[in-house]
């Protein structure tokens, strides 16, 4: 888990999947929430709460864990709707690797 850029991704939702590929998590941001987004050892996808954390000081999971991006994106955890479905809501920052929030 990295820590949240300050300066705001400019993406669309149809360069999020290649940005998922190749960096393999993002904070996303809508109203007050934030997500991060990110696989689970390179296998699964997921969303995780940033204003919950677990024992081991992890955020917690709010989405299903899926196989696939594709199943990912479809996932309806940003209040019962999907990503896509809020993407002009939705506010994007890079996972900044090795610093811990």
Partial sequence: ???????ELKISY???DEYL???????????SKVYYITDANENYWRAQ???IRNHKNHFVD????????????????????TIEETFD???????VSGEKE
Avoid: W
């Avoid at 590929?21 to 109203?31: A, E, F, K, L, T």
């Avoid at 299903?64 to 209040?79: A, C, I, K, M, Y």
């Avoid at 809501?89 to 996972?95: D, L, R, T, W």
């Fill in 21 to 31: 590929h190749i960096n393999h998590s993002v904070y996303m941001r809508v109203g």
């Fill in 14 to 16: 149809a360069e999020l």
């Fill in 62 to 81: 709010c989405s299903d864990l899926v196989p696939t991006l594709g199943e990912f994106l479809s996932l309806r955890f940003v209040n019962g709707h």
């Fill in 89 to 95: 809501q939705a506010h994007f920052y890079a996972s």
């Fill in 49 to 51: 709460d940033t204003s």
């Fill in 1 to 7: 888990m990295g820590k949240k850029a300050q300066e």
